[in-house]
């Protein structure tokens, strides 16, 4: 899983335009998808969404997914699951100072966000963990939000 989790990050960019296929779609979908229901679909997409991020990402299912900020390195992998970049313990080789088998998972998000199309997202501060949108899909979430936003911009109801 871990050498899987690493090709992830080489491949950032593949990833990146990937996810944004699916955003994009989802968004697509969205009047099908609000008349089906979002919490009827949320099973569904678990189904989709954790075996593909868990294998890929080894994703935690946060809910709160934060993957194209962080150059494809989930921060949840983090020992100490820190958000926001490394912690002062990173040993000089970029390894964990929790698991010192272990590249530190903030070494490996800059270097994801290099080969980025939009790896500025690093910068950005990741808000906290949400701990009632845990195994939630954040594929729907995202998705919702964006179309949201979309609509709010637009001065229409989405």
């Not at 899983?1 to 992830?8: D, E, F, P």
């Not at 809910?63 to 000089?92: A, D, E, I």
Request: hydrophobic share 35%.
């Amino acid at each position: 899983m871990y050498a899987v989790r690493r090709w992830s990050v080489r491949h950032a960019r593949f990833h990146e335009s990937s996810y944004a296929l699916i955003e994009g779609l989802l968004v697509a979908l969205h009047p099908l998808l609000k008349r089906i229901g979002y919490p009827r679909l949320e099973r569904l997409m678990i189904a989709v969404e954790r075996p593909i991020k868990g294998f890929l990402f080894d994703c935690q299912m946060c809910g709160r997914c934060v993957l194209t900020s962080t150059g494809m390195s989930c921060p949840m992998n983090c020992p100490k699951q820190l958000r926001n970049g490394p912690c002062g313990g990173v040993r000089s080789n970029g390894h964990c100072e929790v698991k010192p088998d272990m590249r530190c998972v903030w070494m490996d998000a800059w270097e994801g966000s290099r080969v980025m199309r939009d790896g500025q997202g690093i910068n950005n501060v990741q808000v906290q963990v949400e701990f009632d949108q845990r195994g939630k899909s954040a594929w729907l979430r995202a998705a919702r939000e964006r179309v949201e936003a979309q609509s709010a911009a637009i001065g229409s109801k989405p």
